[in-house]
Antibody
């Protein structure tokens, strides 16, 4: 069974940093692209970033470009999101998801981790 | 890039059919057959219901179907059931700097 388990969320002050992790199991992690998608409280979904299976290609939404860095450690079956320069508007539940590289859909998704940016 | 446009809410009675629209532009929905739809229940992670405009992943009921015409994609749910209640989001590949765009979401209420 494919499982994705996010961790690392919490309360951080504006301007601060946080690193999220997503531990994957049940599939050959290195063969699949992955993405982070976030959801602000009571709001819709927003794609944040994606990375190829090898980690050689990375992609970012304009809203986080230059502040967030996606990476992966295929030896540990783990996806990361390093978030710097956090803003109030980055407050959201962050989901990791398997990202189909050819047809651009997300499945499955993890249960999410909450990031709150507040002073 | 702007988010895709969905109606805020739709409703229907058990057994009826409903359709949720998802309007983009000629740069995203209109240019690629990479539209997907997700169902989300309160407090839960989204679930893929339709991919590549009209394909159903294994395990998804055949009551769910997708289509596209021009810059607008649609999700149709037939034979509405109480368990279908929740939020639905469309998503499209955009080919621009923000690769993936989501709709604002539609709340489905089963009366």
């Amino acid at each position: 069974e494919v499982q994705l388990l996010e961790s690392g969320g919490g309360l951080v002050q504006p301007g601060g940093s946080l690193r999220l992790s997503c531990a994957a199991s049940g599939f050959t992690f290195s063969s699949y692209a992955m993405s982070w998608v976030r959801q602000a409280p009571g709001k819709g979904l927003e794609w944040v970033s994606g990375i190829s299976g090898s980690g050689g290609s990375t992609y970012y939404a304009d809203s986080v470009k230059g502040r967030f860095t996606i990476s992966r450690d295929n030896s540990k079956n783990t996806l990361y999101l390093q978030m710097n320069g956090l803003r109030d508007e980055d407050t959201a539940v962050y989901y990791c998801a398997n990202w189909d590289w050819n047809y651009y859909w997300f499945d499955p998704w993890g249960q999410g981790t909450l990031v709150t940016v507040s002073s | 890039q702007s988010a895709l446009t969905q109606p805020a809410s739709v409703s229907g009675s058990p057994g009826q059919s409903i359709t949720i629209s998802c309007t983009g532009t000629s740069s995203d929905v209109g240019s690629y057959n990479f539209v997907s739809w997700y169902q989300q229940h309160p407090g839960k992670a989204p679930k893929l219901m339709i991919c590549e405009v009209n394909k159903r992943p294994s395990g998804v009921s055949n009551r769910f179907s997708g289509s596209k015409s021009g810059n607008t994609a649609s999700l149709t749910i037939s034979g509405l059931q109480a368990e279908d209640e929740g939020h639905y989001y469309c998503c499209s590949y955009s080919g621009s700097s923000t690769l993936m765009l989501f709709g604002g979401g539609t709340k489905l209420t089963v009366l």
